[in-house]
């Protein structure tokens, strides 16, 4: 039998358990020997046939020589790195993709360039009613809270509904706040809060669940458009060297649709060309009798390259907003302590009961977990769900862990539970310096994204972008991970961000492939460059290990595979 596709003259990241680095011996290594190289004489190679890897081992050898045949396809990697695909943990392509093709302020460098392009989606659509989209910064507006008169500029008093960037607020219109009926007599709602003017008119910025009171009055977005934006948003991942992914909300979420059907279309007809793990939404309202309701959907939920065997509770807000669930009080703007301890979505007594039921009925748990306190709350439910039914493989994790308390970092270990990072975020940025760290205090200040206190306790590592909130890009997240600063002009002479908790180079890797693939149940075909796993790799356009680490975000991916398919090539492959 002949490989259908060999890469050969690069080194190879294989991510095994080794964490090694097939390198070329002698004098071919260039920079020297590094910790995790395994020299191979000459040049490197990987073989794939039937979508999966039939040999890793050197260029010359026997195995690679009787492989090749007549109609191989053999790619020269001239020195260019071979990695397994990237798998990203907590990611939202499907919102993304919506948010793509409609009123798009991701990536906006400015508060300038987000009303331009506001005005120009809005003169585009003369007829159109409702201006809906995503991706607006809260430094960029005072208190980070925008005001209903400035869009209402921008869009000639039409209604219009913009999520930010986190998707835990929006910015409305006069006309949209109307069409919802919002006006200063209306109460907040439990999970979220109404930011309001002097006089008690809304002011136009609507905090966590506050937001679905305008959302679901939205117009939906058709089904043609949702899949055509999950295509898109797929290629975008691909382009990053992205192979897997699981979404973290499957369901309604402030007036967006379930994204079920159109993730099930897409596997069935083959346009589905990632591995996707779907975390079903748990609905804060509705309490533990939603179970059979997310058992049908999981059965539901199995097409092609697509399967729902996940439940996502979200527990907690944001610090940016005081909505992040925190052991001890938030600060005001002189540093007094206030009254708010931000939100613990579910009851802390309720979450355990619901824990321990998802995790009988076999589903694995997706926390989201920011403030220190939802983190706690999130391990105790684990550990009660443990005490209740034993040990098991379900594998549940816990997202963001903005803000933690050391007393609690040992608990991943004992009890099994992955530390889903979001490594883009552990740095300096107006965020983080102006909205965050006056209201939590230096001591909470120096508890944030203990990625490597978690390491070193021997936590599991997983990694993942929440991509539209951030960069889809994980050679960026690596890059914080590392340095603890952002890469490029953002990050120019910042100080690094609590620097002990950096990760090397190798654990930051390791957590975007293997430690994704386990969360995602796919660490027995994929997250390594070994013989029987499926062919789900990626090509850089250099040895990120050979490069100063301030460069690491320079690094370029060229070629994307799953299962020994192209899904992505850049122009200069």
């Known amino acids: 039998m002949h490989a259908d596709l060999v890469l050969t003259g690069g080194p ?58 007549p109609a191989t396809e053999v790619i020269g990697l001239a020195g260019r790195a071979l990695l397994p695909g990237f798998q990203d943990a907590h990611v939202h392509p499907a919102f993304a993709g919506v948010t793509m093709t409609g009123c798009n302020l991701i990536g906006a460098a400015s508060l300038d360039e987000a009303l331009a392009r506001i005005r120009s989606y809005t003169g585009s659509r003369p007829g159109q009613e409702w201006i809906a989209g995503a991706g607006w910064r809260m430094e960029w507006f005072p208190g980070g809270t925008p005001g209903r008169g400035l869009l209402d500029q921008v869009t000639g008093g039409r209604a219009a509904f913009l999520l930010n960037r986190d998707a835990h607020g929006a910015w409305a219109s006069t006309r949209a706040l109307e069409l919802a009926g919002i006006d200063r007599r209306t109460p907040d709602p439990p999970d979220g809060r109404i930011e309001r003017e002097a006089g008690g008119e809304p002011q136009g910025t609507l905090h966590e669940g506050a937001a679905t009171l305008v959302g679901r009055h939205v117009p939906a977005v058709t089904f043609e458009d949702r899949l055509a934006g999950l295509v898109l948003a797929q290629a975008h991942l691909h382009a990053r060297g992205i192979t897997a992914w699981q979404d973290a909300i499957i369901g309604d979420y402030l007036g967006s649709a379930d994204p079920l059907p159109v993730y099930l279309a897409a596997a069935s007809s083959g346009q589905l060309t990632a591995r996707v793990e779907g975390a079903l939404w748990w609905d804060r309202h509705r309490g533990p009798g939603q179970l059979a309701d997310l058992l049908g959907r999981r059965e539901q939920g199995q097409a092609g390259r697509f399967r729902a065997n996940t439940v996502k509770i979200m527990q907690d807000g944001v610090a940016e907003n005081f909505t992040a669930g925190m052991i001890d009080p938030y600060l005001d703007s002189c540093g007094c302590q206030t009254a708010s301890r931000g939100l613990s979505y579910i009851d802390p007594e309720d979450l355990r009961e619901v824990v321990t039921s998802l995790d009988a009925a076999g589903f694995q748990v ?40 050391p007393a609690d970092i040992p608990r991943f270990a004992a009890l099994n539970v992955t ?23 230096p001591q909470r200040a120096g508890r944030q994204y203990l990625f490597g206190d978690l390491f070193r306790s021997g936590a599991r590592l997983a990694a993942g972008s929440d991509w539209s909130v951030t960069s889809a890009n994980p ?15 953002a990050g120019d002479g910042a100080e690094p961000f609590l620097p002990d908790q950096g990760l090397g180079l190798a654990e930051a890797l390791a957590a975007y492939t293997a430690g994704s693939a386990y969360v995602n149940h796919l660490d027995g075909q994929t997250g390594a460059v070994e013989p029987g796993r499926l062919a789900d790799l990626a090509v850089l356009d250099r040895d990120p290990h050979r490069g100063p680490p301030g460069e690491i975000a320079e690094t370029r991916v060229l070629a994307t595979y799953v299962e ?10």
């Open 419 to 441: 530390a889903n990072m979001q490594a883009l975020w552990a740095a300096h940025e107006p965020q983080m310096d102006d909205l965050t760290i006056p209201f939590i205090g």
């Open 475 to 489: 050679l960026r997240a690596i890059h914080v991970a590392v340095n603890r600063t952002l890469p490029g002009a």
């Open 12 to 69: 190879v990241y294989t991510a095994d358990r080794a964490r090694r680095r097939l390198v070329p011996a002698g004098p071919a290594a260039s920079g020297g020997a590094m910790p995790g190289d395994t020299a191979v004489p000459g040049d490197s190679a990987v073989a794939v046939a039937g979508g999966r890897i039939v040999a890793v081992t050197a260029a010359g050898d026997q195995r690679i020589r009787d492989l090749t045949g």
């Open 564 to 573: 020994g398919e192209r899904v992505y090539t850049a122009s200069d492959l």
């Open 366 to 405: 997706h926390f989201h977990a920011i403030g220190d306190r939802a983190v706690r709350e999130a391990l105790d439910a684990v550990e009660a769900a443990r005490a209740a039914n034993g040990a098991n493989d379900h594998r549940h994790h816990i997202a963001h862990l903005q803000v933690m308390h």
